[in-house]
């Protein structure tokens, strides 16, 4: 059955980085989207990145963009988020999907909508 699991993340303190991944099973990665959301304290998720691995393009939040970067290796099933300069406001619970949303990069196929169980990342100031 399609897994996504994510790891990495963890408390550092601001301007430092993490690098988070989402191990999938259960799905070809070649072909397919994955999106990276975050869900700060009180606040509702939202997306933070997406890679779309059929044609490679990434996109990026407006408040991420030039701090985060995502990849992937397909051969091994993960996707990565590498969060570098990070902020206080950077701190939620990050969480990959079979879907992205984003201002230009809404991807989702009812068929096909699946969720790891997040993981904490945490900024300190």
């Not at 099973?25 to 939202?46: C, E, T």
């Not at 950077?90 to 969720?115: F, Q």
Request: proline share 2%; charged share 15%.
């Amino acid at each position: 059955q399609v897994q996504l699991v994510e790891s990495g993340g963890g408390l550092v303190q601001a301007g430092g980085s993490l690098r988070l991944a989402c191990t999938t099973s259960g799905f070809s990665l070649d072909d397919s989207y994955i999106g990276w959301f975050r869900q700060a304290p009180g606040k509702q998720r939202a997306g933070v990145s997406c890679i779309d691995n059929a044609d490679g393009e990434t996109y990026y939040a407006s408040a991420v963009k030039g701090r985060f970067t995502v990849s992937a290796d397909t051969r091994a099933n993960v996707v990565y988020l590498q969060m570098n300069n990070l902020r206080p406001t950077d701190t939620g619970v990050y969480y990959c999907a079979t879907r992205c949303h984003l201002p230009n990069a809404i991807k989702e196929d009812s068929r096909m909508n699946y969720w790891g169980q997040g993981t904490q990342v945490t900024i300190s100031s």
